[in-house]
């Protein structure tokens, strides 16, 4: 039983290339979230997708920034246009959605794509 | 400014030690979750307390949710090299109308703990 799977794990661009990272959620879950994570400020929220629903991209810069999850294949987060801010680990996250009430719905976080931009 | 604040920021001790971390808030959450995560890995969820005073036992891992449900604690007890890590405070603040568990969680910046043989 596969976990939330992440490629590449290391990705190198150059200022003003694009940057495609995929997630592959965990069997059965509909629900993805990313996040990115620097060291001097942790791990910040981006955006929560379900299949094909864009749920919440309040985290995400509007620019230069998308992301999807289509109904078939892999959730992908592109970032258009980097700059060497954008090096980070991006992390993406998935939960199955089913609502409980002891605080459930578990979020289980795939190794991450270490981004590094020159 | 930060939801959580987590404390001690860095945290170096010799194996057997037993060391205490701490997340806190001045806001209201309905739930915490505590992850730990190993460099170059994804973080790990350890447990969700969702009780005010909520007691929780894993092994040598104990966590505690405050009374008030705005600060919790992680204490480790006879520390091993296998338990270094970076330990995250995680929430989902409370929507006013809805109980949902699901979307964003918000981190706190982690505890780092270095645990030497």
């Known amino acids: 039983n596969a976990g939330v799977m992440q490629n590449p794990r290391h990705l190198v661009r150059r200022r003003g290339q694009e940057a495609r990272l995929r997630c592959s959620p965990m069997?059965?879950?509909?629900?993805v979230y990313w996040y990115r994570q620097l060291p001097e400020e942790g791990l910040k929220f981006m955006v929560y997708?379900?299949?094909?629903?864009?749920?919440?991209e309040s985290g995400m810069p509007k620019e230069r920034f998308s992301a999807e999850f289509p109904k078939e294949g892999p959730s992908i987060l592109r970032i258009q246009q980097v700059v060497r801010g954008d090096s980070a680990a991006y992390f993406c996250?998935?939960?199955?959605?089913?609502?409980?009430?002891?605080?459930?719905?578990?979020?289980?976080f795939g190794p991450g794509t270490r981004l590094t931009v020159l | 400014t930060q939801l959580l604040e987590q404390s001690p920021q860095f945290l170096s001790i010799q194996e057997g030690e037993n060391l205490t971390v701490y997340c806190n808030s001045s806001s209201v959450f309905s739930s915490l979750q505590w992850y730990r995560q190993e460099p170059g890995e994804g973080p790990v969820l350890l447990v969700t307390?969702?009780?005010?005073?909520e007691v929780k036992k894993l092994k040598r891992l104990t966590f505690q949710f405050g009374d008030a449900r705005k600060d919790s604690s992680l204490h480790i007890t006879a520390a091993q090299t296998g338990d270094t890590g970076l330990y995250l405070c995680?929430?989902?603040?409370?929507?006013?109308?809805?109980?949902?568990?699901?979307?964003?969680?918000?981190f706190g910046r982690g505890t780092q703990l270095t645990v030497w043989p």
């Open positions: 069997k059965g879950h509909s629900h």
């Open positions: 996250a998935s939960s199955s959605g089913r609502e409980t009430g002891q605080g459930g719905n578990e979020q289980f």
């Open positions: 997708l379900q299949k094909e629903n864009i749920i919440d």
């Open positions: 995680a929430v989902r603040p409370i929507q006013l109308g809805r109980g949902s568990t699901l979307g964003r969680l918000y």
């Open positions: 307390v969702v009780t005010g005073g």
